[in-house]
């Protein structure tokens, strides 16, 4: 081996556990038989997607021997803002306190307004994962520019939730010249330190690097404080930081995507970031990820906005709303066997031409929210009788 080459990690293909990379040891080793689920519909096409999740769950829970308990929970977002006065309200709020209570986690809808901002620094949920795979059935959706099959995308996004700009302070004051509109925004040693420890537990078990998105002359108290900490967090565990300044990162998301593996990003850079992610894979409808706190309780969602444009009119993408129950199957429950199932079913339904609108291209079948989901979910069953075409994915 050459002088300073380092060698290649070996990933398995059984999923690394997202929640050890929060430092946990809790994460079930056998399968949670009755898993409690919290489901909140959201607003706009919240309950169209939410519903089909649970189409697919109805079917997996059919094949793999385990039964869910479900509770609804109330209003978030725009719609509750109206009548209670908060995007988060306290019967909601009550509601995952519970569901957390009872070690369950929650299926979550989009919601609208302040909503995800104001449930993740309620409950500390600090960390979002978002794994970014690409699908090989849906190579011909995006951009041709990366569609070279020999470089896979595979990177795991991670996010903080609760500090930077979208947890600060604003206002906006009269002058004699006109308005004048604030934010302020912090971050903290600590805020930083504990999220890259996570991305540095990550890259452990993947391949031994990590990106750490930055702004040099725009944000230099903010980079310099991540920039040092990062390195600090990866020294403790062997493993490489590397330095990308947002606006390059998001080019090079588009032009060159495979050379990215564990990527630890602020808050409103991983938003964008995270939305870009979208074209590489083919659809904003097929995004989605897990939103952490110390303790792994877990809430679950789309990387989409509620389209109220789209609401009912059966024309939504339900990829990314059943790929984050099948996270949540694996993470929360470790109904692995059932989360791989999920997903196999979903490529095995758009390997056979079934889409939505928003994934079409030439001799496939376009087809709504609800005809999709059930593509998945009659696809979980004869899935099920093959079990050596269930494939799992590693993180």
Not at 70 to 99: D, M, V, W
Not at 180 to 186: D, L, M, R, W, Y
């Amino acid at each position: 081996m050459p002088k300073n080459q380092k060698s290649r990690r070996t990933v398995s293909r059984e999923p690394a556990s997202l929640l050890s990379f929060l430092g946990l040891t809790t994460r079930p080793i056998r399968p949670v038989k009755q898993p409690l689920i919290g489901i909140v519909e959201g607003s706009g096409i919240g309950p169209e997607v939410i519903g089909s999740a649970l189409r697919v769950l109805a079917a997996v829970e059919q094949v793999c021997g385990f039964k869910c308990e479900l509770r609804h929970g109330g209003l978030i977002g725009e719609e509750a803002e109206k009548q209670f006065g908060a995007t988060l309200p306290e019967t909601t709020a009550r509601f995952f306190t519970e569901i957390f209570s009872r070690d369950g986690a929650i299926l979550n809808g989009p919601g609208g307004g302040r909503y995800v901002y104001d449930l993740r620094k309620r409950f500390d949920l600090f960390c979002k994962f978002v794994p970014v795979r690409a699908f090989p059935q849906l190579a011909r959706s995006t951009p041709n520019i990366i569609n070279d099959k020999s470089h896979a995308v595979d990177m795991l996004i991670v996010r903080d939730n609760i500090a930077g700009a979208y947890q600060g302070e604003w206002s906006v004051r009269e002058t004699k010249a006109g308005k004048v509109a604030e934010h302020t925004f912090s971050y903290t040693n600590r805020q930083v330190q504990r999220l890259a420890d996570v991305a540095a537990r990550a890259a452990t078990a993947r391949r031994g690097k990590i990106h750490v998105i930055v702004k040099d002359g725009g944000l230099p108290a903010l980079t310099a404080l991540w920039r040092e900490i990062s390195v600090a967090e990866a020294a403790k565990r062997n493993v490489e930081a590397l330095f990308m300044n947002v606006d390059l990162a998001a080019y090079e998301f588009i032009r060159n995507p495979a050379q990215f593996d564990v990527v630890l990003t602020p808050n409103l850079f991983g938003d964008i970031l995270v939305d870009i992610t979208g074209a590489v894979l083919g659809s904003r409808g097929v995004t989605f990820s897990g939103n952490y706190d110390g303790s792994g309780n877990g809430v679950y969602q789309t990387n989409h906005g509620c389209a109220h444009d789209l609401a009912g009119a059966d024309v939504a993408n339900p990829g990314g709303q059943i790929l984050s129950l099948a996270m949540m199957l694996r993470e929360s429950f470790g109904q692995r066997q059932a989360a791989a199932l999920i997903e196999s079913a979903l490529g095995a339904a758009w390997q056979e031409g079934w889409r939505t609108a928003d994934v079409a291209e030439p001799g496939c079948r376009v087809v709504g929210t609800h005809a999709m989901a059930e593509q998945v979910a009659q696809h979980v069953l004869r899935l099920a009788e093959k079990p050596n075409e269930v494939r799992v994915a590693a993180n």
